[in-house]
Nanobody
Framework: QVQLVESGGGLVQAGGSLRLSCTASGNIFSFDNMGWYRQAPGKQRDLVARITRSGSANYADSVRGRFTISRDNAKNTVYLQMNSLKPEDTAVYYC?????????WGQGTQVTVSS
């Protein structure tokens, strides 16, 4: 069992930046993908960004060019740098660790962007 702990959420004005961190209790290199998802009230949970074991990243169209996902395998931590934040980025952000055999979620961290 792997635990994922997110941090770094908060309240920020539009145009500002936040950096989310997700630290795993186990070795993240064992997972095929590490990702960030978000869920706004009344909406489904959607992929924001994902990074593979080899470091290849992909992004949702709505955040491409503003958000950057990265990983530090030595620290078992994945980051999401969020710049030029918009009110529509407001959501609970969840960290995910995925492999064919296992799929784990963090508890989520709230990001609120005020206009």
């Amino acid at each position: 069992q792997v635990q994922l702990v997110e941090s770094g959420g908060g309240l920020v004005q539009a145009g500002g930046s936040l950096r989310l961190s997700c630290t795993a209790s186990g070795n993240i290199f064992s997972f095929d993908n590490m990702g960030w998802y978000r869920q706004a009230p009344g909406k489904q949970r959607d992929l924001v960004a994902r990074i593979t074991r080899s470091g290849s990243a992909n992004y949702a169209d709505s955040v491409r060019g503003r958000f950057t996902i990265s990983r530090d395998n030595a620290k078992n931590t994945v980051y999401l740098q969020m710049n030029s934040l918009k009110p529509e980025d407001t959501a609970v952000y969840y960290c995910n660790a995925y492999s064919v055999w296992e799929n784990y979620w963090g508890q989520g961290t709230q990001v609120t962007v005020s206009s």
